[in-house]
């Protein structure tokens, strides 16, 4: 028994959390109300959010659902472990195609053909077929590494080109679409449970009730959103080679994509170890993961306010990486065989505040993306970024599986995502210190073009 029971810290903690991020929800939104008073600006956000959120919202359905999915088949532990692994290295094979598509023949067509790719992945998971679900987590992979890059490159490319808007708002995007995130995924995951268990549906049925929402996504986008275009001289083999050789020569970008596989390759290594780690606790698992989004709502609110009140995005970051450190050291420490009963609370505790972490980071991450990364090949450039995150993450599944889970390998892993967290604070130091290159691709954005107090 662990020093304070952790359902009553978790059903505690719950509702001063959720009022601390409505208030910090409003202290956020007043400072993205003084900043933006442009209605044109904010009737653009939401053509990119209804279609945008639509595809989260079906994400967020799926993600909870997948293994109890695969267990409910009746597959063993060890042919999950390889459909999980194969959709990873999916994301890595074809990852780093799907951008130079995007930017070659057009971002608003990739999003498209992501609405139709992850409806198919999933009907896939209709059949108990093995092959089929393999096939299913293939596409899915392909389906990942386009949500996570090409709908965020259309919107920048809008923002800063088609609209000319300040790159300064582009945060102001990102943090509004971090806390709904969270807020989606809390009703996904009230939705998914209610399918799956109260109406007697299975687990098949939160990927059945996604199905509508791609529909109508791919509906929205086809009708309303412009296409836009990166680098369309080059051969798509070409392209494929010109955004690498692109991150290796420029060292601003080179550093920023390791700050981001780094971060983020922690992050979904946690999605795989809290359930376990908690599991000593006998959490509600409904309750936990409804804590976790509102700790990432949280954040993404603590961002909006830093970022009114004058702080740099580049140095949010470096909080974002040693809060993440910090955390993931407490967590090595709590998640010691001879401690973990004990301790299951603390480790709760430091995974909130991972959270709040995640919510910080991702509108920050993607301002700087917008700062530093060249729009001819940006949802290339974003795809290869997210290589070296898949190939650690599978590394770190695989460990987990090879080793049965053991409260000793969790402790191994926890103790390397804090020194790889960081690794990454040191090299988000050094991206401060980077000049960035001039060019005229880049002049867009050069923010000092624009008057925020008169938009």
Same mark, same amino acid.
């Given at each position: ?13 719950? +509702?001063? =959390? ?104 999933? =009907? ?112 798509w083999s070409g392209s494929c080679i010109e955004g ?60 909006? +306010?830093?970022?009114?009140?004058g702080m740099k995005s580049d140095v949010i970051l ?138």
């Amino acid at each position: 028994m662990s020093f304070i029971d952790l359902t009553t810290l978790i059903e505690t903690a719950f +509702i001063p =959390l959720s009022v601390a991020a409505y208030f910090l929800y409003v202290s956020g939104q007043k400072a993205v109300t003084d900043l933006v008073q442009n209605k044109e600006f904010l009737s653009f956000q939401n053509v990119y959010f209804l279609p945008y959120f639509m595809a989260l919202f079906s994400d967020w359905l799926q993600g909870p659902y997948v293994y109890k999915l695969y267990s409910y088949y009746g597959f063993p532990q060890e042919q999950i472990a390889v459909l999980y692994v194969v959709g990873f290295a999916s994301s890595v094979i074809f990852g780093t195609t799907t951008g130079p598509l995007a930017d070659k023949f057009g971002r608003k067509k990739m999003v498209v053909i992501f609405c139709l790719l992850y409806s198919l992945c999933c =009907l896939t998971k209709l059949s108990p077929n093995f092959f089929i679900l393999l096939i299913g987590r293939i596409l899915g992979g392909i389906s990942t590494s386009i949500l996570f890059s090409v709908f965020e490159s259309w919107y920048i490319h809008e923002h800063t080109i088609t609209w000319k808007y300040p790159l300064d708002w582009v945060s102001l995007t990102f943090s509004k679409a971090t806390f709904f995130n969270g807020l989606l995924a809390i009703f996904a995951g009230i939705i998914a449970q209610i399918s799956s268990d109260w109406m007697g549906y299975g687990p098949v049925s939160p990927f059945i009730i996604a199905m509508p929402f791609l529909i109508v996504a791919s509906v929205i986008i086809f009708n309303n959103w412009p296409e836009n275009y990166g680098e369309r001289d080059l051969k798509w083999s070409g392209s494929c080679i010109e955004g690498l050789k692109t991150i290796m020569s420029n060292k601003k970008i080179l550093a920023l994509g390791l700050v981001q596989s780094l971060f983020e390759s922690n992050m979904y290594i946690f999605v795989f170890l809290w359930t376990p780690v908690l599991e000593p606790g006998l959490p509600p698992i409904g309750l936990t993961f409804a804590s976790f989004m509102i700790a990432i709502m949280i954040g993404s609110s603590v961002y909006s +306010i830093l970022l009114k009140n004058g702080m740099k995005s580049d140095v949010i970051l470096r909080y974002c990486l040693s809060t993440m450190g910090i955390s993931m050291l407490v967590c090595a420490i709590t998640s010691s065989p001879e401690l973990e009963k004990d301790l299951v609370s603390v480790s709760f505790l430091s995974f909130l505040l991972l959270e709040v972490s995640v919510g910080m980071y991702f509108p920050c991450i993607g301002r700087l993306r917008g700062e530093t990364i060249p729009d001819s090949l940006r949802a290339n450039i974003m795809n290869w970024f997210r290589v070296p995150m898949n190939i650690i993450t599978c590394g770190a599944l695989l460990g987990m599986h090879a080793t049965g889970k053991s409260s000793r390998a969790n402790q191994v892993i926890f103790l390397l995502c804090a020194l790889s967290s960081f690794l990454g604070y040191l090299l988000s130091v050094s991206f401060s210190k980077i000049p960035k290159p001039s060019s005229n691709e880049e002049d867009y954005l050069k923010t000092d073009k624009h008057d925020v107090s008169n938009a």
